[in-house]
């Protein structure tokens, strides 16, 4: 079986909310291990994640031990980065053994052909102020400058702080037009034959025609499943 989750937003909320959402996650990786080929974690599996060179954020030592553990037992661990969680380096690599991508990735998987998204920053083309926001929050000249310009503790408190104010900004999405934009560009996709799409983000989980929306940690527990034949199932805890 091959599983899919995203937005797990570790790190996010107060203190409590923090423990539960790992403690649910980290009940659902015991609970597939038995039988997870592979597990694709789509993307904003941190609230916010920078890594300097010699310096990761603290926490989530429950997580990335059982995922660490999982790759240790030949099960594939893949991570896309999201809009929380890009500026990634080799830690989650070289310590738990997880395949790292920063790009969306067409992958075939039993069978069929996977188009695999976090998507905040597909068919963002009516939104300039968007599209320069991710430009520069994806620079590795700003990145590089930050990892030597700005102490840790300076530059993780801001993180946190910003990944609170966006979240507190967007509230729980529930209005299904939010999936508009990235439906549009799955019909118009046209670069290679896909069989089936699967995107995080939107934190709606939901499913039409060939395309998954895995949705969210905090509220939904949500996740998909791919078995042996090639059929995809979206599910909830």
């Given at each position: 079986?091959?599983y899919?989750?995203?937005?797990?937003?570790?790190?996010?909320?107060?203190?409590?909310?923090?423990?539960?959402v790992?403690?649910?996650?980290?009940q659902?990786?015991?609970?597939i291990?038995?039988?997870?080929?592979?597990?694709y974690?789509?993307?904003?599996?941190?609230?916010?994640?920078?890594?300097?060179?010699?310096?990761?954020?603290?926490?989530?030592?429950?997580?990335?031990?059982?995922?660490?553990?999982?790759?240790?037992?030949?099960?594939?661990?893949v991570m896309?980065?999201?809009?929380?969680?890009?500026?990634?380096?080799?830690?989650l690599?070289?310590?738990?053994?997880?395949?790292?991508?920063?790009?969306?990735?067409?992958?075939?998987?039993?069978?069929?052909?996977?188009?695999?998204?976090?998507?905040?920053?597909?068919?963002?083309?009516?939104?300039p102020m968007?599209k320069?926001?991710?430009?520069?929050?994806?620079?590795?000249?700003?990145?590089?400058?930050?990892?030597?310009?700005?102490?840790?503790?300076l530059?993780?408190?801001?993180?946190e702080?910003?990944s609170?104010?966006s979240?507190?900004?967007?509230?729980?999405?529930?209005?299904?037009?939010?999936?508009?934009?990235?439906?549009?560009?799955?019909?118009?996709?046209k670069?290679?034959?896909?069989?089936?799409f699967?995107?995080?983000?939107i934190?709606?989980?939901?499913q039409?025609?060939?395309?998954?929306?895995?949705?969210n940690?905090?509220?939904?527990?949500?996740?998909?499943?791919?078995?042996?034949?090639?059929?995809?199932?979206?599910?909830?805890?």
């Amino acid at each position: 079986m091959i599983y899919f989750a995203s937005d797990i937003h570790l790190g996010g909320g107060s203190r409590a909310t923090q423990r539960g959402v790992e403690r649910r996650f980290l009940q659902w990786l015991e609970s597939i291990e038995p039988t997870a080929e592979a597990v694709y974690l789509v993307g904003d599996i941190f609230d916010f994640w920078f890594e300097y060179h010699k310096v990761v954020p603290k926490g989530f030592v429950r997580v990335l031990g059982k995922l660490a553990q999982m790759t240790d037992r030949g099960i594939r661990v893949v991570m896309l980065t999201g809009n929380h969680d890009m500026w990634v380096r080799d830690y989650l690599t070289e310590e738990c053994g997880i395949e790292l991508h920063t790009t969306p990735q067409t992958v075939t998987l039993q069978g069929k052909r996977f188009y695999i998204s976090h998507g905040d920053n597909t068919n963002i083309k009516g939104q300039p102020m968007l599209k320069l926001i991710n430009c520069i929050f994806r620079s590795k000249i700003l990145r590089f400058l930050v990892s030597w310009l700005i102490h840790p503790d300076l530059f993780l408190s801001f993180g946190e702080w910003w990944s609170g104010s966006s979240r507190k900004a967007h509230k729980t999405q529930t209005d299904l037009r939010y999936l508009d934009p990235l439906i549009e560009y799955a019909k118009g996709y046209k670069e290679s034959p896909v069989d089936h799409f699967v995107f995080g983000h939107i934190h709606i989980p939901h499913q039409t025609g060939n395309i998954t929306f895995l949705g969210n940690w905090a509220e939904s527990c949500s996740w998909a499943e791919l078995d042996e034949n090639g059929n995809i199932t979206l599910k909830t805890k």
